[in-house]
């Protein structure tokens, strides 16, 4: 039987997890505050053959996937191999390394996870995983949570919450791009300098937002 301290602590670690995913969907986003995968997200929206869904969904299971990956990594591999490198060779220097590793044993438990979606499904969103993986949202996120000193819980919430604030980059960046297809936007404005110009505008107001 649960205690009240018991359930108090399983209601702040829930309230911590919402607040981390909260925190990287909207102040923390990954594309409007960092300015990562913003090169791919715009190709991404001026691309017909591929719908959001196809790229986002590999995406998300990656970015929660690698999370505690990274921060176990960090904890538990790196004072191994720090111990095992030469003075010459810092650890810090392996960094790129290891997360890379992180996404790719992530990729490959997500490109099983697929196996359970429909063809239809499956077979778009495992041509875009290797892409969605090597993105620079992806490492950067694995990135930021080491810089912060996250834990596990918060790194898993940050992780899944990346993935989540790129979908929703994703989407205000296409709907904007429908509207600034208007005759009223000047010809030398139309396609990437406007949407450039758009993304820049939306990082302004998010952070005006969250201060």
């Known amino acids: 039987m649960?205690?009240?301290s018991t359930e108090l602590t399983v209601l702040q670690a829930v309230a911590q997890?919402?607040?981390?995913?909260?925190?990287?969907?909207?102040?923390?986003?990954?594309?409007?505050s960092r300015a990562m995968g913003v090169s791919r997200l715009i190709k991404l929206v001026n691309d017909p053959e591929i719908h959001t869904w196809q790229y986002c969904t590999p995406v998300i299971l990656v970015q929660l996937g690698s999370a505690p990956l990274g921060w176990l990594a960090m904890t538990y591999v790196s004072p191994t191999l720090r111990a095992a490198l030469p003075d010459w060779l810092p650890i810090a220097a392996l960094r790129p390394l290891i997360y890379?590793?992180?996404?790719?044993?992530?990729?490959a438990a997500v490109w099983l996870l697929l196996g359970l979606l429909p063809a239809a499904w499956r077979r778009p969103c495992r041509e875009q995983?290797?892409?969605a993986t090597c993105t620079c949202s992806v490492l950067g996120t694995l990135l930021l949570c080491a810089g912060q000193n996250y834990s596990l819980l918060q790194s898993t919430a940050f992780g899944l919450g990346s993935g989540l604030g790129y979908l929703f980059a994703v989407l205000v960046v296409d709907e904007g791009r429908r509207r600034l297809g208007s005759k009223d936007v000047p010809a030398a404005f139309r396609g990437l300098p406007s949407s450039l110009i758009y993304i820049g505008v939306l990082s302004l107001a998010l952070y005006a937002l969250v201060g």
Do not use: G, H, K, S
Not at 17 to 32: D, G, P
Not at 100 to 107: D, H, R, S
């Open 2 to 4: 649960l205690t009240a």
């Open 17 to 32: 997890f919402a607040f981390y995913v909260v925190l990287a969907v909207f102040a923390e986003n990954v594309v409007f």
């Open 100 to 107: 890379l590793c992180c996404a790719a044993v992530a990729m």
């Open 129 to 131: 995983l290797p892409i």
